[in-house]
């Protein structure tokens, strides 16, 4: 099983739509997750943290459930400036340190 | 707002040359990291460094990989003689403590001809 799962997409919405994305992650022992972004052809940028309860920043929601070792990530009314590679990250070592490790990412593109 | 800063933004060498590719962190910042991502790929890591040696790394990070803090401000990743297989974009990445936030760099490309 891969360390970090994504559904590669791309996922094509209109402008308004809602649109999420799920993850999963192997090392149950995880503590630390993060969703990120990075446009093409740049560095990763950090989106959100994820806690165990669950957390919105705006239009974002991450949610995170430690049984199913799943994670998402949910866009509310999306905006052209949306279009980007969402990436799961999680830390790799037990607890909450360690290094990140990155899923393959989702495409997201956000049509007029 | 402070960020890591990443040269050369562009390399091109040939197979069998030695990289140097170079870093500055965010200055309050304690924690190092180099990344790659070969195009289309995920982001990988290579590996961390704190309190001036490596914490930990990758399988990818082999003999051919060295990092090096030279003074209190750089932070370097050497690649001794390089592959076709070493293009990729590499990206420094910097934080406080060992959780939280990573900041990445703009990276570097390298194109291994």
């Known amino acids: 099983r891969k360390e970090v799962e994504q559904d590669p997409g791309p996922f094509n919405v209109p402008e308004g739509a809602t649109v999420a994305f799920n993850c999963t992650y192997s090392n149950s022992a995880s503590q630390s997750f993060f969703w990120y972004r990075q446009d093409c052809r740049k560095e990763p940028k950090l989106l959100m943290s994820v806690y165990s309860s669950g957390n919105e920043d705006g239009r974002f929601t991450a949610q995170l459930n430690r049984a199913s070792q799943y994670i998402s990530l949910l866009i509310r009314d999306s905006k052209l400036s949306d279009s980007a590679t969402y990436l799961c990250v999680v830390n790799g070592r037990g607890g909450s340190q360690g290094n990140l490790i990155f899923g393959k990412g989702t495409k997201l593109s956000v049509k007029p | 707002e402070p960020e890591v800063t990443q040269t050369p933004s562009h390399q091109v060498t040939q197979m069998g040359q030695e990289v140097i590719l170079r870093c500055v962190p965010i200055?309050?910042?304690?924690?190092f990291y180099w990344y790659r991502q070969i195009l289309g790929q995920k982001v990988e890591f290579l590996v961390s460094f704190y309190n001036n040696e490596i914490s930990e790394k990758s399988e990818i990070f082999d003999d051919q990989f060295s990092v090096e803090r030279p003074d209190g401000s750089n932070f370097t990743l050497k690649i001794r003689s390089t592959k076709l297989e070493d293009s990729a974009m590499y990206f420094c990445?910097?934080?406080?403590?060992?959780?939280?936030?990573?900041?990445f760099g703009e990276g570097s490309r390298l194109t291994v001809l």
């Open positions: 200055s309050n910042h304690l924690y």
């Open positions: 990445a910097s934080r406080v403590e060992n959780t939280g936030e990573l900041f």
